[in-house]
């Protein structure tokens, strides 16, 4: 019984926010406790994203990462990873409507575009920290270093599966209103409607001096196995532009894009003319 408390404390109170849980309320004695902290729990859900909840388990499964699973006992749990998988599909689907509906002028490209920069890994993560998904995920203590410092992928893929969860527990409708009415708001206010795929803004620029597609190189990587830092230099036809970094591939090319772009010089004057890059 010791055990399982100090699983309840040490797991579910670690990451929960201070004001809402506290240790005094968890008593050994009490068994009841446990049903009281479950309440409270779903209470600061309910609040926090404005919804009602009527099967608890959903969300349960929705908060809970994959490293954290080596806690509890073998095979009664599942990670958030399916719940992520349905509510990424039913995301798209809401925002794809919602664009289609609202900018009945703007052709597909610009509707993929926008639609991007809305349901994007950074985007959903940025929203995912204002509604203090970060407080209530339940990560291994090393992951939960991961998730301190960055962490884009766990809180993006926590809100996709809130996301399924607030569709299987009340369907189709709420959570478009949740979609519409608390995340797009937010959305918003972070200003995320914005072009940030350097790589591709790199490239038109690159290519539009005669020069062909640049190339990305991963020149160092450090840190742990569970928590690598990449180095990546980016290339036009041999020549180092810039360097950047990041906790996966793709992230560090961005960096070392978004860097070239801000030295890159289309042209400059010379005694033979305009000479490029």
């Known amino acids: ?9 040490y797991g579910l109170l670690r990451f929960a ?41 959903y969300y349960e499964e929705a908060l809970l990462h994959r490293s954290y699973l080596h806690l509890l006992p073998k095979g009664e749990y599942n990670s958030n990873e399916r719940l992520e998988f349905l509510g990424d599909s039913v995301l798209g ?8 509906h609202k900018y009945p002028d703007l052709p597909e490209g610009d509707l993929t575009k926008i639609r991007s920069w809305l349901v994007n890994k950074h985007s959903l993560s940025v929203v995912a920290r204002k509604l203090e998904l970060d407080k209530l995920i339940l990560v291994s203590f090393g992951t939960a270093k991961t998730l301190e410092r960055s962490g884009e992928t766990i809180l993006s893929d926590a809100l996709e599966a809130v996301i399924a969860a607030i569709y299987l527990d009340s369907g189709l409708d709420e959570a478009k209103k949740f979609v519409l009415n608390k995340l797009l708001p937010l959305l918003e206010e972070a200003n995320v409607i914005r072009d940030t795929n350097y790589k591709s803004t790199l490239m038109e620029k690159v290519q539009a001096c005669g020069k062909t597609a ?3 190189e991963v020149l160092e990587e450090s840190g742990p196995p569970h928590d690598k830092t990449f180095l990546v230099g980016v290339y036009v036809e041999n020549k180092l532009l810039a360097t950047g970094k990041g906790k996966s591939k793709k992230e560090a090319e961005q960096d070392a894009a978004k860097n ?18």
């Open 1 to 9: 019984m010791k055990n399982f408390f100090d699983f309840i404390y």
């Open 17 to 57: 926010p201070k004001e809402k849980f506290s240790s005094s309320r968890l008593e050994a004695q009490n068994p009841t406790s446990i049903e009281f902290l479950r309440e409270q729990r779903k209470s600061f859900i309910e609040n926090t994203l404005n919804i009602r909840i009527q099967n608890y388990k």
């Open 93 to 100: 689907l809401i925002i794809t409507d919602y664009l289609f």
């Open 214 to 216: 640049p190339t990305y």
């Open 260 to 277: 070239a772009l801000l030295k890159f010089e289309f042209f400059k004057e010379s005694e033979n003319g305009k000479t490029y890059i």
